[in-house]
């Protein structure tokens, strides 16, 4: 049955983080990602009192109990002194600042009289100078609305910050990352809590991003736009959910969450109704691994057999909680498990709702239910692993049991592949800002917005209707086109080729991606390339089936010619009157087979002529001359 | 009740009677804004305001823009207490004299504004672990940036830190701006005598206020060197390497700040680091003085403040010599090019300065290797009428050694003597190989 969202109170706030196609925010290097790990590396602590973050923040918190070490790859092409926290920023990118201007136009929302750089503390380490330089260009207005099918979504403020670090290995004693990302610019654009359904989400993202990219100065690929979704619902908890990367999984990301917040709020009445208090869920924590010394199961054999220990918790009245599931193929147990995971570095946990199983034996549970003791509606988690870390882990367990009697807590939370989500941390609070004091303010004077709207570039719609109207392509293909940033280039081969804008679409669409997929390099294939090969095949020399061959082979020996090319693919077209004989001798060749499947032959001929037509021919055409030739020469028998 | 605007903001904000940190409300044509009245920096325009909206951002609004502007109310603005004045604990391990600079401040996180923080309960809450090394007691001197140190300034700190240590602690501990440290660290070496235990000289490349901030280890590291190593010298303790794992400890007189940012910027120079420290532990790598078993330290403050620091390049003014010698200037450090040299057509204006009694020291503005003046022609030009050859003494080093040397002698032969003869480890009889490129002691080890 599908859900009332509106019923359910669902409020959907989207905020979009686009990489700007520029160099970095606060210094010369260029935004160049890198494949390979940095040959220098930095170690750095992070250092934060109490006092200077006010209220204790949860999020704080939890990275202190993390007292964790930090490890920093540097580049030596891609960084210098600013990244390393080793010097303060220089100015800001001013191309950045006009970008971000742009886009704010675009979305009518006001840009500000004058920008003032924040630092905002940043404390899990992705910031080597423990702070996110962030500054707010825009705001919105009434004016700065996304229209969509299903009503209207505001914007509420658009903003220009550096990127953060990219995290190569985190544990919760140490994190690594990379330092190219670091420092790129990035505009964030948040909306207002409007969105109501988990499809006007999409929408509203999928419009947003396409006038990113009418600026044609937005990076491209994957990773370079990432959504941050914040969700509610009555009588659940806010989410963070970051960082998510396709767009088609937000609407299955928000409906796999509301059946979460609806799932830890079922769960919830059930223990109101089962009667258990939060004084009845104890923090003792038992070490059982006696009671496992000759156990089968292999992963709690192995860990003690490497010095760990085997402990185990008492959860009072959860039994068949937490085998309950809470997102699709994920159990409350499961999220108990990222708990243990994130706190206390361990693999997983054991939990009787899925026990015996997994070599724990029936008798084993006997013995840890006494040791405990517990009941008949208890369950029980275990976990396995060095002492203090199994320690950790099922502390964290219980907390976590614990907040399930108030239903959903507010977390940070990671998207999966599979559109689930997993726990990454607790909400942080409102975040800490104080301004940069190494960067002076910086005026928006009128000049610099007029120059902004003089170069204003034409709305999304607008680009993909002018290539429906001129080319007369399908809205779908244009606007992918558009989407995939290959529309200039389009246009440019039709210009140059006048070729039917088709054939050039669908080559730039269909055909060099199903190329790349079978392996094919296929950016060793430009636009020069491109224009040459159709270029080829206006001038009759290559029919345009040909194509993905042409392709595929120059992309493999770029050093031969087109003309070369063409010349070893065999690929010169030849005359009707060469093809009908090609067909006439094949049919000879056959003609007892022939004969026997009479019904079968069109496509037996076909299949041979192909071989030898194949990229010579239009393949109807080779159809209609193989049709014409069987029926002539074996029904006029 | 402040309102630190200045020109047709001020006008415009008086008006409505604001203050710095009122509440209020603003419109302008396309949008309301509710925020907190920020100050503003008399070095920014008076053309805007500068609120602090709701979500935290700061933004500024061009006052003739503004359609509407409201007083709601007045934040609250958290107080920032004074330093207490710390009453002399019963027993510490640790004195620690503040002098200012960025390790002692702390941030207004609603302003940014940067405020002197020095008390111990301020360093304690920050610094817990010090405890674990010891117990610590501060002293606040100065509260100055280290640019506008003063040779006076470094009679206050000697006299503070002789006092300290006379007063029966292991160690002293001097927090400092960067810029000079390494001015005063020379200055202490030669003040002081009979250290009874180490004076360590500390600072902070990066603010307190950020996570990043290299204050933590540099601060502990200090006081761990103060309170649990044998040294009878004066040594900065700063970052090794840009990472945080280790400090260096460098010799007062050998080291110098050679980046104007990093957190590794205090190079040893002719000189081995005497070691390294970080919480876990300390490993001392060079031969250094222990201190003095028994005895009170000595202090000797007295300075000849008529020396000046000159730096020999193509195209110097002979004039400027001249100047010194004609304003009464008794010693003038020349940081001459390669071994030793200065211009020929300076030469006369040198020669003046020696015959009218001014002291002269040549050291050389490589800053690495030794002054040799025999080499060349000029070199020996120089020695023939009279310059002192700086060894391989840093040029500022030199200054506030000669300073000392015109203090304390008035004949010639004296401060010649003086110059010449090794008094804090500042000149080396032998310069390894390994000493330069710099980076060789840090990533060879030493």
């Given at each position: 049955m599908p859900l009332d969202y509106a019923k359910l109170g669902l409020k959907v706030g989207l905020e979009w983080h686009q990489r700007l196609k520029t160099h970095k925010l606060f210094c010369n290097c260029p935004s160049k990602l890198k494949r390979e790990e940095g040959k220098v590396k930095l170690e750095r602590k992070l250092y934060l009192s109490e006092s200077e973050l006010g209220e204790i923040d949860p999020a704080a918190e939890f990275e202190k109990i993390r007292n964790r070490t930090f490890i920093y790859h540097v580049f030596?092409?891609?960084?210098?002194e600013v990244e390393a926290d080793e010097s303060p920023p220089l100015d800001l990118n001013k191309e950045a600042l006009e970008i971000a201007l742009t886009i704010s136009l675009m979305l009518n929302m006001q840009p500000v009289d004058e920008i003032h750089v924040m630092r905002k503390i940043v404390i899990?380490?992705?910031n080597t100078s423990g702070f996110q330089r962030t500054a707010l260009v825009a705001l919105g207005t009434n004016k700065s609305i996304v229209q969509t099918t299903s009503g209207s979504v505001k914007l509420e403020t658009l903003t220009l910050e550096e990127e953060s670090a990219f995290i190569v290995k985190t544990t919760p004693s140490l994190a690594e990352y990379k330092l190219d990302r670091l420092g790129m610019p990035l505009i964030e654009v948040a909306t207002a809590s409007d969105i109501k359904t988990p499809e006007q989400a999409r929408e509203v993202a999928e419009k947003i991003g396409m006038i990113f990219r009418s600026t044609r100065k937005v990076q491209r690929g994957l990773g370079t736009i990432r959504q941050d979704i914040n969700v509610s619902i009555k009588g659940g908890a806010r989410q963070e959910i970051k960082g998510v990367q396709k767009l088609e999984l937000i609407p299955l990301i928000l409906k796999n969450e509301v059946k979460r917040q609806l799932t830890l709020i079922k769960i919830k009445n059930e223990l109101k109704k089962r009667m258990?208090?939060?004084?009845?869920?104890?923090?003792n924590v038992y070490d059982v691994t006696e009671v496992f010394r000759?156990?089968?199961?292999r992963v709690l054999k192995k860990q003690v057999e490497k010095g760990g220990v085997i402990l185990a918790a008492m959860l009072p009245g959860f039994k068949g909680l937490l085998k309950q599931e809470i997102q699709t193929n994920k159990t409350f147990g499961y999220e108990l498990a990222t708990y243990a995971k994130v706190f206390g570095d361990v693999k997983g946990i054991f939990h009787t709702d899925e026990l015996p199983g997994y070599g724990v034996t029936e008798e084993e549970l006997k013995k840890i239910k006494k040791i405990l003791p517990c009941k008949e509606k208890d369950a029980v988690v275990i976990v396995a692993g060095k002492r203090e870390k199994a320690e950790k882990a099922l502390k964290a367990v219980i907390k976590r049991v614990k907040m399930a009697l108030n239903g959903v807590p507010s977390e940070s939370r990671r998207p999966l592949e599979d559109g689930t989500t997993e726990f990454m941390r607790p909400l942080p609070g409102p975040s800490r800002m104080y301004p940069e004091t190494d960067i002076p303010p910086i005026q928006i004077n009128e000049g610099l917005i007029k120059k902004a709207k003089r170069k204003l570039p034409p709305q999304p719609e607008e680009i993909i209707g002018q290539l429906v109207k001129k080319h007369n392509l399908t809205y779908e293909t244009a606007k992918e086109l558009f989407i995939e940033d290959k529309d200039k280039v389009f246009e440019e081969i039709v210009e140059e080729t006048k070729v039917d804008p088709k054939l050039v679409a669908s080559t730039l669409l269909n055909t060099l991606k199903s190329l790349k997929r079978n392996g094919v390099d296929v950016k060793k294939i430009g636009k020069k390339e491109l224009i040459d090969i159709f270029k080829a095949i206006r001038e009759g020399m290559a029919a345009k089936e040909a194509i993905p061959n042409i392709i595929a082979f120059l992309a493999q020996h770029?050093?031969?010619t087109l003309n070369k090319a063409l010349e070893k693919l065999d690929l010169v077209p030849i005359s009707m009157e060469e093809a009908r004989e090609i067909i006439d001798s094949i049919i000879k060749d056959n003609i007892h087979v022939l004969k026997r499947k009479r019904e079968k032959a069109v496509k037996i001929v076909m299949g041979e002529a192909m071989k030898k037509l194949r990229g010579k021919m239009d393949g109807k055409e080779v159809y209609e001359l193989v049709r014409e030739a069987v029926e002539s020469k074996l029904i006029g028998d | 009740m402040t309102l630190s605007y200045h020109g047709r903001a001020k006008v415009f904000l008086e008006e409505i009677g604001a203050e710095d940190f009122s509440v209020v409300l603003v419109k302008t044509r396309n949008n309301v804004f509710k925020g907190v009245l920020l100050p503003r920096p008399l070095t920014e325009d008076d053309k805007h305001i500068v609120l602090k909206l709701n979500n935290g951002y700061n933004i500024g609004v061009r006052i003739d823009k503004v359609e509407e502007i409201k007083l709601l109310g007045q934040k609250a603005r958290k107080v920032i207490s004074p330093s207490e004045i710390i009453k002399a604990e019963e027993y510490a391990d640790v004195s620690i004299i503040g002098t200012g600079g960025t390790i002692a401040s702390r941030v207004?996180?609603?302003?940014g504004a940067v405020y002197p923080q020095f008390s111990a309960s301020e360093l304690l809450s920050r610094y817990p672990e010090v405890e674990k090394i010891g117990k610590i007691k501060t002293v606040p001197l100065l509260n100055i940036f280290s640019e506008d140190m003063r040779p006076t300034y470094w009679r206050e700190i000697a006299e503070s830190v002789a006092r300290e240590l006379n007063s029966g602690v292991k160690g002293v501990v001097i927090t400092h701006g960067t810029d000079t440290m390494h001015f005063t660290s020379a200055a202490l070496s030669f003040m002081l005598r009979n250290l009874t235990g180490p004076v360590v000289l500390t600072g902070a490349q990066r603010s307190p206020d950020r996570g990043s901030t290299d204050a933590y280890l540099n601060f502990l590291s200090a006081v761990k060197v103060a309170a649990q190593s044998d040294l009878g010298e004066v040594v900065i303790v700063m970052h090794q390497t840009p990472s945080d794992t280790y400090c260096a400890i460098h010799r007062g007189t050998k080291v110098r700040k050679m980046h104007t940012s990093r957190r590794d910027a205090f190079l040893s120079v002719n000189s081995h680091i005497l070691g390294i420290v970080n919480l876990k532990e300390m490993i001392m790598f060079s031969s250094y003085s222990r201190k003095a078993g028994e005895g009170e330290v000595e202090v000797n403050t007295k300075l000849e403040e008529k020396v000046a620091l000159i730096y020999a390049y193509p195209g110097v003014d002979p004039d400027v010599i001249d100047f010194y010698v004609d304003k009464g200037y008794r010693g003038l450090v020349v940081a001459g090019t390669g071994l030793g040299h200065t211009p020929e057509y300076i030469m006369k204006s040198l020669k003046r300065a020696l015959e009218n009694d001014v002291t002269i020291v040549v050291t050389s503005q490589c800053l690495f290797g030794r002054v040799n003046m025999k080499v060349y022609r000029r070199g020996r030009e120089l020695l023939k009428i009279g310059v002192i050859p700086g060894e391989d003494m840093l040029p500022e080093v030199a200054y506030v050694k000669l300073m000392f040397a015109l203090g304390n002698y008035t004949e010639k032969s004296e401060v010649t003597g003086f110059m010449r003869r090794n008094i804090a480890g500042e000149l080396t009889s032998s310069l390894s190989l390994r000493l330069f490129p710099p980076t060789n002691q840090i990533y060879q080890g030493v």
């Open positions: 030596r092409d891609v960084n210098c899990d380490g992705s258990v208090r939060e004084k009845d869920i104890k923090n000759e156990t089968h199961s770029s050093d031969l | 207004d996180y609603v302003t």
